[in-house]
């Protein structure tokens, strides 16, 4: 059972253009998302995250929103750059036997197109 | 800068081998990761743990154990390798802090078993 999803195995984007990236979780119990980026033969660089008591988090070109009573939460990349071509993975964090723990999704791959 | 290091960036091993992997990290974090990543997949936890000799099992253990004998060090261990265990295994480090925690990923391991 798949607790965070990314839908969207793929998009592309022009240049300059905005890069809406999708995530949907099930638990109720995450209290901490994050967003990272994977370049091929990387690991991933953490990019942005947010609390669960918060509905916007901001960093320069890159902004997390959360919708709790959705249970969506979005990165938002203005403006696209090719150097953001990449996968991108959302991860929630969770508490299991008093211990911090993360559920990744699947990822989605961004492609900005110059 | 955390810095995250794994012992082999490329691993070939035959089905029946034992298969160690090293992960190191520099900072002092308490929590180590190990996952692997496979297409279509995400990342999935192998094993986690959150102090030294201290080991959780993550949501695929089966097939692997691990070792934490030192504060920065983790490894992974596949006891007889299968050809189902080729797959990029990536590690990571972690302070426990409530409002701002992230886990450092190292470069990963690219296993392959024939």
């Known amino acids: 059972d798949q607790q965070v999803k990314q839908n969207s195995p793929s998009l592309s984007v022009q240049e300059g253009r905005i890069s809406i990236l999708n995530c949907d979780y099930t638990n109720s119990m995450f209290d901490y998302f994050l967003w990272y980026k994977k370049y091929p033969a990387e690991g991933p660089t953490f990019l942005i995250s947010?609390?669960?008591?918060?509905d916007k988090n901001e960093d320069g070109r890159f902004t997390v929103f959360l919708n709790k009573s959705a249970k969506h939460l979005s990165l938002h990349i203005v403006p696209s750059q090719p150097g953001d071509s990449a996968v991108y993975f959302c991860a929630a964090r969770t508490v299991i036997s008093g211990t911090y723990k993360y559920i990744f999704g699947t990822g989605t791959r961004l492609k900005v197109l110059a | 800068d955390v810095k995250v290091t794994q012992s082999s960036r490329y691993l070939v091993k035959r089905t029946g081998e034992k298969v160690f992997l090293e992960c190191v990290q520099d900072m002092d974090h308490e929590n180590m990761f190990w996952y692997r990543q496979d297409p279509g997949l995400g990342l999935r936890l192998i094993y986690f743990s959150y102090d030294v000799k201290m080991k959780e099992k993550g949501d695929i253990p089966e097939g692997y154990s691990v070792s934490r004998e030192k504060k920065e060090r983790f490894s992974l261990i596949l006891e007889s390798a299968s050809t189902n265990q080729t797959s990029m295994y990536l590690c990571?480090?972690?302070?426990?802090?409530?409002?701002?925690?992230?886990?450092?990923f190292g470069p990963g391991t690219r296993l392959l078993v024939l």
């Open positions: 990571a480090s972690s302070l426990t802090r409530r409002d701002k925690e992230t886990q450092y």
């Open positions: 947010i609390s669960s008591i918060k």
